[in-house]
Every structure is written in C-alpha cells, then in structure tokens.
C-alpha cells in the first residue's frame, strides 16, 4: 500500500506564488514518475507537470514557464513552484506516482486545494 500525503495548498492572489509538496510513504517500489494533475469544478483532470527517475520534466503549456516541478528521491516527495498564479489555475491539485510492481501502477492523493484570486 502507498499513501500520498499532500500540503501547500491555499489561498493567493493572482501573481502570487504557492509551493505545493507531496510525500510518497508505504510500500514502494520503483517510482517510475511522479507528478501533479488538477481538476476545476465542471472540468476534467489535466495534467500540471510531471517528472520521471530519469529528472525529465513534462509541463503543458498554460503552465509552462511559470511552474516548476522538482523532486527529493531520499524523501519520496515531490514538489510543485508555482509561480504568477492565474485565477484559472484554481483546481484541485492531485499528486500521482507510477509505481513498477513491476507493471505499472497509479496512485493518487487526496487533493489539496489552490484558489487564486483576482
């Protein structure tokens, strides 16, 4: 079993900065990636950003440029600067980690929520 425990979340004005973190604990194996998806009330999720064991990143576009996803392999979390906040960005953050067990499984946290005021 692997929890994902996420913090960081909040309230901000538009331009402003939040830094959300995720910690991987439980029984884990290898972590292919690891990553954050989001979900605005009436939307699906989308995909924020995501990195692999290897450090390649992944970002879409309406976020690329102002976040950034980084990673602590000796912790097991990962973390997402985000930066020149947009009231669009306000969702539901989700974290996600690709386990190899050894097919590839998906977990997820619980959310943790970003509003962004304007």
């Known amino acids: 079993q692997v929890q994902l425990v996420e913090s960081g979340g909040g309230v901000v004005q538009a331009g402003g900065s939040l830094r959300l973190s995720c910690a991987a604990s439980?029984?884990?194996?290898?972590?292919?990636?690891m990553g954050w998806y989001r979900q605005a009330p009436g939307k699906q999720r989308e995909l924020v950003a995501t990195?692999?064991?290897?450090?390649?990143?992944n970002y879409p576009n309406s976020v690329k440029g102002r976040f950034t996803i980084s990673r602590d392999n000796a912790k097991n979390t990962v973390y997402l600067q985000m930066n020149s906040l947009k009231p669009e960005d306000t969702a539901v953050y989700y974290c996600?980690?690709?386990?190899?067990?050894?097919?590839?499984?998906?977990?997820w946290g619980q959310g943790t929520q970003v509003t962004v005021s304007s």
């Open positions: 990195i692999t064991d290897g450090d390649k990143t």
């Open positions: 439980g029984s884990i194996s290898r972590i292919v990636a």
């Open positions: 996600n980690l690709v386990a190899s067990r050894p097919s590839l499984v998906d977990y």
